[in-house]
């Protein structure tokens, strides 16, 4: 095996510290609304939040099971029309379109599982961005379900009530927090329950030989197709919250191979195959990307007396920069497949071995 | 001419060579044997550089090989014949043999080669049009060992040369390599086939689990009690 | 669909299809030698579109010239890649691979972005959207096209003329219709303007068989509707012919003629609900039908023609369609003012027949960029075959291709040949890129498409085939421009991808089987 399964803090005084450190987390997290105000900050939260069910669910058959999809738009996009359709054109509320958004979700997966998991290496990856651009095309061209081109703008969003009581109307970014905080711990759960089931032994089996794993009496197509499964329904989850949060989806947003690309991105970038790896990828990427799309990088550069701000080369970065972060993302994937294959966080575990040893 | 010095090789964490130590004098047919995995291919595709070892030196005349690339090494005068033909299997046979022939000293002899390869082996004249993909075993076998004479080699590594043929062919495919022996060109010979390959040496070696164990001339392993028990089945 | 329609497509398919052969070729190779999947494929080709475009603006490099300049540069282009990035990854994971040259795509096109901004870029030729005709004698043997154009020509002098003379040069375009429709039967066109000219002519004369004429031009025109539904000229015309008819029969057998007159100007009307020609005729045959009848029902019959009247009125060319609204919600006026101002209109109403005028040429069009770039790519895949089977350096690459280690014991450099390969893998893209400039928009995403397209080619032919690669674009060419004018340009790419998917589940190693090159 490639890499030996990662149980947090083997030792039991690691372990021990581990899970005071993760509980401490946790506090924080569920406390922040309450220290932070600031919208843009919960912003910032709640899209590290979506990037790590992203990377999260992705990890599941791409790093566990080692079926490299590049279509996750496809579950991502089926997420988010299911619910956002249902919600305009039937009124249904959100919180049940999600169910309606896994259905699709998961009868997607089983198509294209069925077809690619015939293929496998480049071919399974060139069959998956097929699948994907399909589904991306049909959207576009069926308006009278989609809305095509234009895309679907949520016009009201029901307040959310259980039993007659109003628990949120959803006007500040607070529930859409917690949602996201719990969607992301459910994923992460769900990734911690299958490294440690059977189930997932026989996915990194067939992550490791898939020949191997055939001869051991393993049933790769029936666990293929449930590793895409389970990840499926977590991105279609996403795709759902997206479409929730963000009141606007349409197929560039939601269905394009650039999403696609974004979601492996997370995965790869902090390190495929473990539990926290996409936790670092989207840690990574995200606040990368809002640094730049705010022009925060700009600013500071101007500030700090590097660049001057009527200069040229000022205004251009000024201008610019902001469209810059799928830039650093090509740089960034550049870097880690020729420095660290491994992604960064195992990159930063071999360099602390290496000080170690 | 080619002497290796306490060559040692691994394949990650598993070491598979240990201090080799071996000579090839000019003009003679030395011969490795040993089991399967004893390490004689290894030992083979490090001297062409397929394979970088960690420790020790190979030098040929005079040449270390140590910082060269394997083309490079081709164009010392070193040329293997690898093991399984590595035929181009879409070439003809013609193009094959003249593949043989890419760097640039033996280019200009390219013609004349290819005439001494066929006088050597009719049969690749009457079949140079076809594909190298589509012939026998035996013809793929004589395709290898032409192409591999195309670069006017002063060192020929065959690596295995009887393996998977005809008896018939096995016999033919030693007498050819006398042949090329006594037409001048010094060859190292990695095989199975111990008996065979031991009749037709001068010095020999024994490879076991990458070390050597016995050396001599071939008719002294021939007679060797070790090499009679473990590999004649006498 | 007509073979004539399908011969086009498939023209312009095969034409398209050489351009994306050299995009596969190029991404074959590569493969072939490196097995390295390149998912920047499709960015190198637009970098060398840019290429182009900037020499076509700032130097005034024909597109077509340019290539001598972005063949060159591409291919040093693409081996500084392979160099620095792509050589430390061979025998890599191929998933690394793949994200690899993905990471390296996106860098290409957003340091474009930046660099030119992402907005669309055309460039413009003398030729750009010229064409020619080829195939005249053949496509159209005895001259369909000449007799028809003739047709037209009469028709219009006969619509200047009065009398006699008019209805005499009807006939004689009507003759001529005649004739060009026993050479290609079934041309709606040619259906519509030979029941215009009949009717027209029968119209004029006034008498003796002049009905059964008009029956006649009706049926010519049911006929062109079968080739053609959706046409509202044809709707149309028939309408105001049946029309016509009705008046003529007059007495009880009007009453029927009519109906279907305003039922075929209605189905018209749906085509195109805001002609001023089909509303003004529905409010004319409402009044004829209104002449028929009496006491109240002449009495309603009139108050409709009144408000199509008006709707008409609301749509005229030059009035203002600002009070149609207004006008229709406005209660109407008495019975005698709505008769008296719908006998001034409609009392000596002779509607227009529409004709299909344009002007067409035998054969099939042929786009004169596209035919230049097929020609130029047959040159360079012909120059890059004899360069590959007949130079050392060729045949070296493809001995690399076959049996990298075996190539390594003839004394070949690998690194170099895989260096090689990549350069003319991106100066075959950088070529396809500059060919395709002048028909093309040029973005910075542009690429992404054509990268997918470049693996369907390559897939469907043989991944490291050359002839597959070859094969593969064409194909995908001609499914393309075929499916457009068959289904619809919308789902164009759905079939190239379905396509795609069923060869890698009905026979992965593709139409030249896993052949190397």
């Known amino acids: 095996m490639r890499r030996p399964p990662q149980i947090p803090g083997g030792e039991s005084g690691r372990s021990r510290v581990g899970l005071v450190a993760m509980l401490l987390v946790l506090a924080g997290l569920y406390a922040f609304p309450s220290f932070v105000q600031s919208p843009y900050a919960l912003h910032i939260m709640i899209l590290l939040f979506l990037g790590t069910i992203m990377g999260e669910s992705w990890n599941i058959i791409g790093g566990y099971t080692g079926q490299y999809s590049v279509g996750h738009a496809a579950y991502f996009g089926a997420g988010a029309y299911g619910t956002m359709i249902l919600l305009q054109k039937w009124e249904i509320a959100p919180w049940k379109g999600v169910f309606a958004g896994i259905a699709a979700a998961l009868v997607l997966s089983l198509v294209i599982g069925s077809i690619c998991f015939r293929l496998r290496g480049p071919y399974f990856v060139l069959a998956s961005i097929a699948v994907a651009e399909i589904v991306r095309l049909t959207a576009l061209n069926l308006p009278n379900v989609t809305n095509g081109a234009e895309g679907i703008l949520m016009s009201d969003l029901p307040p959310l009530s259980i039993g007659g009581r109003v628990v949120t109307d959803f006007v500040s970014k607070v529930p859409y927090y917690y949602i996201g905080l719990t969607l992301a711990l459910f994923t992460i759960l769900v990734t911690w329950l299958v490294q440690h089931s059977k189930l997932g032994y026989c996915f990194q089996a067939i992550r490791e030989d898939q020949d191997a794993a055939h001869s051991l009496g393993i049933n790769l197509s029936l666990y293929k197709n449930c590793a895409l499964g389970i990840s499926a329904t977590l991105t279609s989850l996403a795709g759902s919250f997206y479409a929730i949060y963000i009141k606007f989806i349409d197929p560039t947003t939601v269905l394009a191979l650039d999403l696609s690309v974004q979601i492996v991105l997370i995965a790869i970038i902090g390190g495929i195959g473990t539990i926290f790896g996409p936790v670092v990828g989207s840690l990574v990427l995200v606040p990368l990307a809002e640094a730049l799309r705010s022009n925060i990088v700009a600013q500071w550069l101007i500030n700090s007396g590097l660049v001057r701000e009527d200069s040229g080369l000022g205004v251009f970065l000024k201008e610019n920069l902001a469209h810059a972060h799928v830039l650093i993302y090509g740089i960034l994937v550049v870097v880690v497949i020729l420095f660290m294959p491994e992604g960064v966080l195992g990159y930063v575990r071999k360099l602390s071995a290496r000080k170690k040893g | ?234 | 669909m007509t073979a004539t329609v399908f011969l086009q497509a498939l023209i312009s398919g095969i034409l398209v299809g050489g351009v994306y052969a050299l995009i596969g070729i190029g991404l074959t190779i590569i493969f072939g030698v490196m097995r390295v999947i390149n998912f920047a494929h499709g960015e190198i080709m637009m970098v060398g579109m840019y290429l182009t475009y900037f020499l076509f603006t700032l130097f005034k490099v024909d597109p077509f010239v340019s290539i001598v300049i972005t063949i060159p540069l591409m291919f040093l282009f693409g081996a500084l890649i392979q160099k620095v990035f792509i050589n430390r990854i061979i025998g890599a994971l191929p998933q690394n691979q793949i994200l690899l040259t993905i990471g390296l795509g996106l860098i290409m096109s957003n340091a474009m972005m930046l660099a030119f901004t992402s907005d669309y870029k055309i460039l413009t030729t003398s030729y750009s959207s010229g064409s020619f005709k080829i195939l005249t004698s053949i496509v159209n043997p005895d001259r369909y096209e000449e007799l028809y154009n003739k047709g037209n020509a009469l028709f219009a002098k006969a619509s200047k003329r009065e009398g006699a003379k008019a209805a005499q040069t009807y006939a004689r375009a009507a003759a001529s219709y005649e004739a060009a429709l026993q050479v290609t039967p079934d041309q709606y066109k040619g259906l519509n303007n030979w029941g215009a000219a009949l009717a027209r002519e029968a119209m004029v004369r006034h008498g003796g068989d002049a009905g059964k004429q008009l029956d006649e031009a009706a049926g010519k025109f049911e006929a062109a509707l079968a080739a053609s539904p959706d046409e509202f000229e044809i709707a149309y015309n028939e309408a105001i012919t049946l029309a016509a008819r009705a008046e003529m029969a007059s007495g009880p057998a009007a009453g029927p003629l009519y109906a279907k007159a305003l039922g075929k100007l209605k189905a018209a009307l749906e085509l195109r609900p805001d002609s001023y020609d089909g509303l003004n005729a529905l409010a004319a045959t409402r009044y004829r039908q209104a002449g028929s009848k009496t006491g109240i029902d002449a009495e309603r019959f009139y108050a409709e023609a009144y408000r199509q009247y008006l709707a008409a009125q609301a749509v005229k060319p030059g009035a203002e369609r600002t009070d149609e609204e207004a006008a229709l919600e406005k209660p109407l006026p008495p019975p005698a003012e709505i008769k008296s101002v719908l006998d001034r209109e409609y009392a000596r109403f002779a509607p227009p027949y529409r004709i299909k005028a344009d002007k067409r040429d035998a054969g099939l069009s042929v786009s004169t960029p596209l035919a230049i770039s097929f020609l130029i790519t047959v040159a360079i895949t012909a120059l890059l075959y004899w360069f590959l089977m007949k130079t050392d350096t060729g045949q070296a690459i493809r001995a690399t291709a076959q049996d990298r280690e075996a190539a390594q014991l003839m004394g070949i450099n690998v690194n170099r040949m895989s260096m090689l390969a990549f350069g003319i893998g991106a100066a075959l893209a950088g070529t396809a890129g500059a060919l395709i400039s002048p028909t093309y928009y040029i973005f910075p995403q542009v690429g992404s498409a054509f990268t997918l397209k470049a693996f369907v080619i390559t897939v469907l032919g043989g991944m490291g085939s050359i002839v597959g690669a070859t094969l593969g674009g064409i194909i995908i060419g001609i499914v393309e421009s075929v499916g457009a004018v068959a289904i619809s340009s919308d789902w164009k790419d759905v079939i190239v991808f379905a396509i795609f998917l069923l060869v890698l589940l009905v026979k992965p190693s593709g139409l030249m089987g896993r052949s190397r090159i």
Not at chain 2, 58 to 74: C, I, K, M, Q, Y
Not at chain 2, 183 to 204: C, D, K, M
């Open chain 2, 1 to 234: 001419m080619l002497t290796i010095d306490r060559l040692s090789f691994s394949y990650g964490d598993m070491q598979v060579l240990w201090d080799i130590d071996l000579k090839v004098n000019r003009g003679e047919i030395v011969t490795v044997v040993g089991a399967n995995g004893a390490g004689k291919s290894t030992t083979l595709k490090n001297i062409s550089r397929l394979q970088k070892w960690h420790s020790g030196t190979v030098t040929f005349n005079g040449t270390d090989l140590s910082r060269l690339a394997p083309h490079e090494v081709v164009a010392c005068g070193i040329i293997q014949v690898p093991e399984g033909r590595k035929i181009f299997p879409e070439m003809t046979v013609l193009e094959n043999l003249r593949m043989g022939s890419y760097c640039k000293s033996a280019r200009h002899d390219r013609e004349a080669n290819v005439e001494r390869v066929f006088s050597l082996f009719p049969r690749l004249k009457e079949r140079q049009k076809q594909l190298g993909g589509t012939m026998s075993g035996g013809e793929q076998q004589m395709l290898a060992i032409g192409r591999g004479l195309m670069a006017n080699p002063r060192l020929l590594l065959l690596d295995e040369p009887s393996l998977g043929l005809s008896p018939l062919f096995v016999k033919n495919i030693f007498e050819i390599i006398t042949e090329i022996n006594r037409q001048g060109v010094t060859i190292l010979l990695v095989e199975q086939n111990v008996y065979q390959s031991l009749r037709i040496a001068h010095r020999a070696y024994v490879l076991e689990t990458g070390r050597v164990v016995l050396t001599g001339s071939g008719e002294e392993l021939l007679n060797d009690a070790h090499v009679k028990k473990a590999f004649l089945g006498m």
